[in-house]
Nanobody, 127 residues
Framework: QVQLVESGGGSVQAGGSLRLSCAAS????????MGWFRRAPGKEREGVAT???????VYADSVEGRFTIHKDSAKNTLFLQMNSLRPEDTGMYYC?????????????????????WGQGAQVTVSS
């Protein structure tokens, strides 16, 4: 089992920045995927960005160039730096993780692919 705890959410005006953190504990894997997902009010959860254990990154088109995913492996912590925030970025942001095999290719932005989830951190962007 892997436990994930997000922090760093909050409220910001459009054009502002926020950084989310996700602290991981429990089982460790030499190869893994970690990701950020979000659920906007009234919408389904969608993938934002993923990163694997060799730092290959995938971004959703909607955040490419504005958000940056990175990790501190020594501290078992995942980050999401969010710049140029827009009102449509508002939602609950979730951290996710799974064991991964490089033979599977890139990490997926599909939430059904991940068995481990954090409790979420609220991000609100006002216009």
């Amino acid at each position: 089992q892997v436990q994930l705890v997000e922090s760093g959410g909050g409220s910001v005006q459009a054009g502002g920045s926020l950084r989310l953190s996700c602290a991981a504990s429990g089982d460790t894997y030499s190869s893994y995927c970690m990701g950020w997902f979000r659920r906007a009010p009234g919408k389904e959860r969608e993938g934002v960005a993923t990163i694997d254990s060799v730092d290959e990154i995938v971004y959703a088109d909607s955040v490419e160039g504005r958000f940056t995913i990175h990790k501190d492996s020594a501290k078992n912590t995942l980050f999401l730096q969010m710049n140029s925030l827009r009102p449509e970025d508002t939602g609950m942001y979730y951290c996710s993780a799974r064991e991964w095999d490089r033979a599977w290719g890139s990490c997926h932005l599909a939430d059904t692919w991940y068995p481990f989830w954090g409790q979420g951190a609220q991000v609100t962007v006002s216009s």
